[in-house]
Nanobody
Framework: QVQLVESGGGLVQAGGSLRLSCAAS????????MGWYRQAPGKQRELVAT???????NYADSAKGRFTISRDNAKSTVSLQMDSLKPEDTAVYYC????????????????WGKGTLVTVSS
């Protein structure tokens, strides 16, 4: 099992910045990709950004140029620096990690944090 705990959400004005952090604990070996997803009220959960163990990143179009994902493998943490925030970025942000099974590395399991609320006021 992997436990993920997010921190850093809050209220910020449009144009401001926030930094989200997520710490993984438990069976943290074999974690490959970590990332951030978000869910706005009345909408489906959507990808924000992901980063592999080797540092390959992937961003949603809405995040490109404004958000930066980073990872510290030694500390098993992943962060999301969010700049130039917009009211439409308001959502609960969830940390995600996928981990290869010890018994079959071809199979991965997804783990989720409980989420942290980001509110951007206009």
């Amino acid at each position: 099992q992997v436990q993920l705990v997010e921190s850093g959400g809050g209220l910020v004005q449009a144009g401001g910045s926030l930094r989200l952090s997520c710490a993984a604990s438990g069976s943290i070996w074999n974690i490959n990709r970590m990332g951030w997803y978000r869910q706005a009220p009345g909408k489906q959960r959507e990808l924000v950004a992901t980063i592999t163990y080797g540092g390959i990143t992937n961003y949603a179009d809405s995040a490109k140029g404004r958000f930066t994902i980073s990872r510290d493998n030694a500390k098993s943490t992943v962060s999301l620096q969010m700049d130039s925030l917009k009211p439409e970025d308001t959502a609960v942000y969830y940390c995600n990690a996928d981990r290869r099974l010890d018994t079959d590395p071809r199979v991965t399991m997804d783990y989720w944090g409980k989420g942290t609320l980001v509110t951007v006021s206009s």
